[in-house]
């Protein structure tokens, strides 16, 4: 296709069109995932990853029944399976709003105070990301968190091995992981997107107010 031709395909003549809307996009904007509305899967749409149906339901549940009992000390006792949310955060794409649903969700206990990410030492932002898996095991079982953020540190496609797969989607190594740390916990991985542009204009709008090394020189602040 010319790159010409992407401006209407995309609907950019319209700030509220969706053109021809090759991404579903209108799908998405009202809450709904178009796999389970249109007639056929979306080319674009990857696959299911391996477990996530499984985990998810194990987290869904999990949840419900944390709700159900009285206190947190009852809820540490539950012999199910532990599933925490690994929400990996791209700046400026929605981490703050996610970190308010968790809020108001979930249990206050559950949710690190910090936009998310659990303490290390004397570090409110204990870096996450950073961790090993063996870290990270001994941190969920120490402490009743049932989701962490990850916002600075790259993704360490290690983590896969949490929830039963690699890069790949093959589910050997990882098994042999979990079975040599004896581990009980799965992690559930959440991302949000957002569009660029307005990535871009968040991104120059936080660091103008909170640098005194950035003044805007246009409307926009862009050059």
């Not at 199910?80 to 709003?97: D, F, L, N, Q, R």
């Not at 290390?120 to 009743?144: A, H, T, Y």
């Not at 890069?167 to 004896?182: A, M, V």
């Amino acid at each position: 296709m010319p790159p010409g031709e992407l401006w209407h395909v995309f609907g950019m003549e319209s700030r509220s069109g969706y053109g021809q809307d090759p991404f579903s996009l209108s799908i998405l904007e009202r809450g709904d995932c178009p796999s389970d509305i249109m007639p056929s899967t979306p080319k674009w749409l990857p696959p299911r990853p391996l477990h996530s149906s499984r985990i998810s339901s194990t987290f869904q549940s999990n949840q419900s029944t944390m709700s159900k009992r009285k206190n947190q000390k009852q809820a540490r006792k539950s012999s199910e399976p532990s599933v925490i949310i690994w929400y990996e955060h791209i700046s400026k794409a929605g981490g703050t709003t996610f970190c308010a649903l968790a809020n108001s969700n979930m249990r206050k206990s559950s949710v690190p105070k910090y936009h998310c990410m659990p303490r290390k030492g004397k570090l409110m932002d204990g870096r996450v990301g950073s961790w090993s898996n063996e870290e990270l095991v001994e941190f969920i079982n120490e402490n009743e968190f049932k989701i962490v953020a990850n916002e600075w540190d790259p993704f360490d496609v290690d983590k896969l091995q949490l929830s039963g797969r690699d890069l790949y989607g093959d589910n050997n190594s990882s098994k042999r992981q979990q079975s040599e740390s004896n581990l009980q916990t799965s992690l559930l991985f959440v991302t949000t997107l957002r569009d660029p542009a307005d990535r871009l204009l968040s991104s120059y709008s936080f660091f103008s107010e909170n640098s005194e090394h950035c003044v805007p020189s246009s409307p926009l602040g862009l050059r």
